[in-house]
């Protein structure tokens, strides 16, 4: 699978995930694709219990994870086995299944070590 892209403004070169069609720096409208890097490093995380009747798993783990460019980006975490300040890898994969439809989103696992 692909790596995970940063979206670079064109003026001010501010970085953002995921797209943006406005910089929320400077107002630009251009983008340019970045790679985010392999590894970026678990800033906080949570485990949420109270999930809707409808999802398959009744726990899921969230993280934010600081890239380079100091971008932080949102997504699920692959395991409950985590600590802050872990290093962690990104990529586009299923989080979750909707009547027979797969749901692609940004999920972390732990970097090997």
Same mark, same amino acid.
């Given at each position: 699978?692909?790596?995970?892209? %940063?979206? #670079? ?12 069609? @406005?910089?929320? $720096?400077?107002?630009?409208? #251009?983008?340019?694709? @970045? ?17 809707? *009747?409808?999802?398959?798993? !009744?726990?899921? *783990?969230? %993280? @934010?994870?600081?890239?380079?460019? $100091?971008?932080?980006?949102?997504? #699920? ?6 600590? *802050? $300040?872990?290093? *962690? ?12 439809? #797969?749901?692609? %989103?940004? !999920? ?6």
């Amino acid at each position: 699978m692909k790596s995970v892209k %940063g979206y #670079q403004c064109k003026e001010c070169g501010r970085v953002f995930y995921p797209e943006r069609k @406005i910089c929320l $720096g400077c107002g630009g409208r #251009q983008f340019k694709k @970045i790679a985010l890097g392999k590894e970026g490093v678990l800033l906080t995380f949570t485990k949420l219990h109270a999930l809707p *009747m409808d999802f398959e798993s !009744r726990t899921l *783990m969230l %993280g @934010i994870v600081e890239f380079a460019h $100091g971008l932080r980006a949102l997504g #699920q975490l692959s395991t409950d086995d985590v600590e *802050m $300040g872990m290093k *962690m890898r990104a990529r586009w994969d299923v989080v979750r299944e909707l009547d027979g439809v #797969q749901l692609y %989103g940004l !999920r972390f696992y732990p970097a090997k070590r």
